[in-house]
């Protein structure tokens, strides 16, 4: 217990002092980030939410989560932290159901960093239902359940959930992230993934002061 809250205040001690190193950039609006026109609502009020937009498919997505991973336990109790997948297109759309197809069996995380290893390391697409079933079954799921999720409606409603959201973000492309549904910053503006994080860290802070 006493080791576990040493992590979590060392955790919180390292984030405030990356916060005040990003509060000391020029990040500017319609520069470094983008201000919605219309904030899109999060999904706990009173928590600063922090949602990734993402597709496996995705090459940039790929040499970010080495940035993203570890950067995601530093966050404190405040911020909520969110995976969006993209839907822009009928492959993205079946990986966006693998996603919330895995997180309703329990797996989602345990496979989030393999899945994204199967395409950019072993070439494999993961676009039909049996491969997904088989993926899915190396994680102790059945291949009948895994089919199952990956046919239900609830699975298929948050896929629509996600792609009105990236709609609300008003994103053109992925990796990019979007704080508290009001700001969102993207790869062409951040100009590298370190950048990205600190101007993600930035809006959190600006957030947290409103």
């Known amino acids: 217990m006493v080791k576990k809250l040493i992590q979590q205040f060392s955790a919180f001690v390292l984030f405030a002092a990356v916060s005040l190193t990003a509060q000391a950039e020029d990040f500017k609006e319609g520069v470094h980030y983008i201000k919605l026109s219309t904030p899109v609502a999060v999904s706990e009020p009173g928590k600063i939410e922090v949602a990734e937009l993402f597709w496996y498919g995705c090459p940039h997505c790929f040499e970010f989560e080495p940035y993203i991973e570890p950067w995601i336990e530093t966050l404190p109790e405040d911020v909520r932290f969110e995976r969006v997948p993209a839907t822009f297109s009928k492959v993205w759309k079946t990986h966006a159901n693998a996603f919330y197809a895995a997180e309703a069996l329990g797996i ?43 046919k239900s409606f609830g699975v298929k409603s948050k896929v629509n959930q996600a792609g009105a959201r990236i709609r609300g973000y008003q994103a ?39």
């Open 108 to 150: 989602g995380e345990k496979l989030h960093s393999d899945f994204f290893n199967r395409i950019h390391r072993n070439n494999e697409r993961l676009t039909s239902t049996s491969d997904l079933a088989e993926f899915f079954a190396e994680y102790g799921v059945s291949e009948k359940d895994a089919e199952r999720a990956l």
């Open 172 to 210: 053109l492309g992925v990796p990019a992230m979007v704080v508290n549904g009001k700001y969102r910053i993207d790869t062409s503006t951040a100009g590298s993934w370190t950048n990205m994080l600190k101007i993600t860290e930035f809006l959190i802070e600006k957030e947290r002061q409103n």
